[in-house]
T-cell receptor, first 114, second 114 residues
Framework: DAGITQSPRYKITETGRQVTLMCHQT?????MFWYRQDLGHGLRLIYY???????DKGEVPDGYVVSRSKTENFPLTLESATRSQTSVYFC?????????????FGPGTRLTVL | AQSVSQHNHHVILSEAASLELGCNYS??????LFWYVQYPGQHLQLLLK??????LVKGIKGFEAEFIKSKFSFNLRKPSVQWSDTAEYFC????????????FGTGTRLKVLA
């Protein structure tokens, strides 16, 4: 099906482990985003990407790494997971960076770090 | 720094009641404004957006919002809610100059009683 998908949907890991969350979109949107959603904080931008091989930091990038070798994929890696990274992670994409453009969100990945 | 405030964290209404969810932002420049909704178990999706023109914007499912520039507000309204409107609602803002930096509010959880 067309759209934006995330995998896994649920993940439990331990402190110190590396975890990669996957995001895939079928629209060929230029821009992709990673957010985390925490109670009391709403959605906060972690990283974004304007195109393949172009990424930039958002509001809360520490502890995360991204890559974008292909337009349709935008994986998010936690190099050494910490309990504070327990959260729900949303990937989004949009066609244009211009603020009028709608962001389309994936279903989210619920990550628990023990 | 930009910020978005949603003062109502939890709202409970009976069906057919009127709804107004508050959203205030702090930013001195021109902004684009959005309301997103997350139904239980579903993706975030756009309800409506404002970027120019008529400050009263209409979205899907009978929702509307009014941009009042002097009050830095973009409140969401619906004259008569339905049980199916039970969801979490997020207000978001970004700079009209076209940056990636969407700032989301902390969300309002609406429960509509049948």
């Amino acid at each position: 099906d067309a759209g934006i998908t995330q995998s896994p949907r649920y993940k439990i890991t331990e402190t110190g482990r590396q975890v990669t969350l996957m995001c895939h979109q079928t629209w060929s949107h230029s821009y992709m985003f990673w957010y985390r959603q925490d109670l009391g904080h709403g959605l906060r931008l972690i990283y974004y990407s304007a195109a393949a091989d172009i990424t930039d930091k958002g509001e809360v990038p520490d502890g995360y790494v991204v890559s974008r070798s292909k337009t349709e994929n935008f994986p998010l890696t936690l190099e050494s997971a910490t309990r504070s990274q327990t959260s729900v992670y949303f990937c989004a994409s949009s066609e244009l960076l211009a603020g009028t453009d709608t962001q389309y969100f994936g279903p989210g990945t619920r990550l628990t770090v023990l | 720094a930009q910020s978005v405030s949603q003062h109502n964290h939890h709202v409970i209404l009976s069906e057919a009641a009127s709804l107004e969810l508050g959203c205030n932002y702090s930013y001195g420049g021109t902004v684009n404004l959005f309301w997103y909704v997350q139904y239980p178990g579903q993706h975030l999706q756009l309800l409506l957006k404002y970027f120019s023109g008529d400050p009263l914007v209409k979205g899907i499912k009978g929702f509307e919002a009014e941009f009042i520039k002097s009050k830095f507000s973009f409140n969401l309204r619906k004259p008569s809610v339905q049980w199916s409107d039970t969801a979490e609602y997020f207000c978001a803002v970004n700079e009209a100059s076209g940056t990636y930096k969407y700032i989301f509010g902390t969300g309002t959880r609406l429960k509509v009683l049948a």
